[in-house]
């Protein structure tokens, strides 16, 4: 067994299941998405721990605008305010904290709060968290293609130069991505970086997901046969 194969460098989490996770408590939904937020806390030390690279997790994608506008704006309100007030446990635990998604159509104190976490952990480099927040797959593929298009009017496009112009163009895919709540899909989740991740799904809901069972899904990892279309 190679190991270099069975290294983690990027993570990626579906943090899904917040709102199940209150309603089976008789809570409102944003309670449910406030023990995710500490859930992720306590995950992205473990991670770090575990000697994983990149870190990246769903916490909005561009389809939940269509929830209820008390929902959204709590979203809103809770990412925000965890950004600006887990900026120095993140920059003492050398977390450089990285966003992806659109900017557009976010509310100015979110931008703020997201431009500062960035600025501020730019020089951290025992782990990046990456929020994909206000993000979609396909949304990111347009976004790039465009982006692209509009610098090179006249260079053919190939998967080396696209790849440059994703949201965060220096990170490694995914090695594994997993999804918590018993939902077996992506969501629109890393779709052109998804090709060759090892996927891994649990009934837990995101707010009860521990480091136990981050070792578990690691475990799970590890007996993969990643072989890339290849034989062997
Ligand atoms: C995931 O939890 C967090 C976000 C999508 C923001 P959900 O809010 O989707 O929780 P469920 O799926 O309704 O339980
Ligand atoms: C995916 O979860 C997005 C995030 C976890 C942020 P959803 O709860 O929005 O996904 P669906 O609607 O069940 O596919
Ligand atoms: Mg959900």
Same mark, same amino acid.
């Given at each position: 067994?190679?190991? &270099?194969?069975? %290294?983690?460098?990027?993570? %990626?989490?579906?943090?899904?299941?917040?709102?199940?996770?209150? &309603? &089976?408590?008789?809570?409102?939904?944003?309670? #449910?998405?406030?023990? #995710?937020?500490?859930?992720?806390?306590?995950?992205?030390?473990?991670? &770090?721990?575990?000697?994983?690279?990149?870190?990246?997790?769903? %916490?909005?994608? !561009?389809?939940?605008?269509?929830?209820?506008?008390?929902?959204?704006?709590?979203?809103?309100?809770?990412?925000?305010?965890? %950004?600006?007030?887990?900026?120095?446990?993140?920059?003492?635990?050398?977390?450089?904290?990285?966003?992806?998604?659109?900017?557009?159509?976010?509310?100015?104190?979110?931008?703020?709060?997201?431009?500062?976490?960035? !600025?501020?952990?730019?020089?951290?480099?025992?782990?990046?968290?990456?929020?994909?927040?206000?993000?979609? #797959?396909?949304?990111?593929?347009?976004? !790039?293609?465009?982006?692209?298009?509009?610098?090179? =009017?006249?260079?053919?496009?190939?998967?080396? !130069?696209?790849?440059?112009?994703?949201?965060? =163009?220096?990170?490694?895919? =995914?090695?594994?991505?997993?999804?918590?709540?018993?939902?077996?899909?992506?969501?629109?989740?890393?779709?052109?970086?998804?090709?060759?991740?090892?996927?891994?799904?649990?009934?837990?809901?995101? =707010?009860?997901?521990?480091?136990?069972?981050?070792?578990?899904?690691?475990?799970?990892?590890?007996?993969?046969?990643?072989?890339?279309?290849?034989?062997?």
């Amino acid at each position: 067994m190679n190991k &270099k194969e069975h %290294a983690i460098d990027h993570l %990626a989490i579906i943090m899904d299941g917040n709102g199940r996770w209150a &309603k &089976k408590r008789g809570l409102p939904r944003l309670l #449910g998405h406030r023990a #995710g937020v500490r859930t992720l806390e306590n995950l992205v030390y473990a991670a &770090k721990d575990r000697g994983i690279r990149y870190l990246s997790v769903y %916490a909005f994608s !561009s389809e939940n605008w269509t929830r209820p506008s008390m929902e959204v704006s709590g979203l809103m309100k809770l990412f925000g305010y965890y %950004a600006r007030k887990k900026l120095n446990d993140l920059k003492r635990e050398d977390v450089r904290v990285r966003f992806a998604g659109r900017r557009e159509g976010l509310p100015d104190f979110v931008v703020e709060a997201m431009d500062r976490a960035e !600025s501020e952990t730019l020089k951290c480099s025992s782990i990046d968290l990456i929020a994909c927040f206000n993000y979609g #797959g396909r949304q990111e593929i347009l976004d !790039s293609v465009n982006r692209f298009i509009a610098e090179n =009017p006249d260079k053919p496009l190939d998967e080396d !130069s696209l790849r440059g112009y994703m949201y965060v =163009p220096d990170i490694p895919d =995914p090695d594994l991505i997993v999804r918590t709540s018993g939902e077996f899909r992506l969501s629109n989740f890393w779709l052109w970086q998804c090709s060759y991740s090892e996927l891994y799904f649990t009934d837990v809901l995101w =707010p009860d997901f521990d480091s136990q069972m981050l070792d578990t899904a690691i475990e799970s990892f590890k007996m993969r046969d990643r072989r890339y279309g290849g034989l062997r």
